[in-house]
């Protein structure tokens, strides 16, 4: 089945600055891929997402990148606030046993921005 | 539109007790969910549901179990509930399988 890695597991700027999050995966199959913020004491948001026909998406102060060759995405936050605090969760689609997909999730990392 | 809800929101439990956590979504979703999340850790998937009637097991599914009779409310069981599932319970819901998944706003447990 798929298995998704995250870098790093927690990341500390100063506000203004640029943060990034990366995830690798192993399914090639895989076509879905988004970005979820949680806050604390919250479940995860979707914030943006990215399918495989597409290696560049961006809204705003937060963008994704996909490389399909080396199986590895990107999420590029911008002009860091100290509300971007917060775990940041990526996913990739997988084809399991059974033939049904499912979202596999990284272990997160938790981003602070410093005021 | 509520979303995803879940209920309780917090829930203490001796060892051996049983309890059902609620989740009820009202988008006309057809796939649930149920994820644990353990301190510092990912999201993990115990039980999924492709519609009403259908369930089917994800990576933690053993001590759990589901029902899915309407399409609205996918019920999670702990049945001898144990310290190894103290944990933090989301449940998620979504179209096709692999589109955007809303999340509830979890249910903290703890089994002493």
């Known amino acids: 089945g798929e298995n998704v890695e995250q870098h790093p597991s927690t990341l500390s700027v100063q506000e203004g600055d640029s943060a990034v999050i990366k995830c690798t995966y192993s399914?090639?199959?895989?076509?879905?891929f988004p970005w979820y913020k949680q806050e604390l004491g919250k479940g995860p948001q979707l914030i943006i997402d990215?399918?495989?026909?597409?290696g560049e998406k961006k809204d705003q102060r937060i963008a994704v990148t996909l490389n399909k060759t080396a199986k590895h995405f990107s999420l590029h936050i911008t002009e860091t606030q100290p509300e971007d605090s917060a775990v940041y969760f990526c996913a990739a689609s997988g084809i399991e046993k059974g033939g049904s997909e499912k979202l596999v999730f990284g272990k997160g990392m938790k981003l602070t921005v410093n005021p | 539109n509520a979303g995803v809800t879940q209920t309780p929101k917090f829930r203490i439990l001796k060892i051996g007790q049983s309890m059902t956590l609620q989740c009820t979504q009202d988008m006309n979703h057809n796939y649930m969910y149920w994820y644990r999340q353990d301190p510092g850790m990912g999201l993990k998937l115990i039980y999924y549901s492709v519609g009403a009637g259908i369930t089917d097991k994800g990576e933690v599914p053993n001590g759990y179990n589901v029902s899915r009779s309407t399409t609205e409310d996918f019920p999670l069981r702990l049945e001898l509930a144990a310290p190894s599932q103290t944990s933090v319970y989301f449940c998620?819901?979504?179209?096709?399988?692999?589109?955007?998944?809303?999340f509830g706003p979890g249910t903290r447990l703890t089994v002493l």
């Open positions: 990215i399918r495989s026909n597409v």
């Open positions: 399914d090639s199959a895989s076509n879905y």
């Open positions: 998620a819901s979504s179209r096709p399988s692999a589109d955007t998944q809303y």
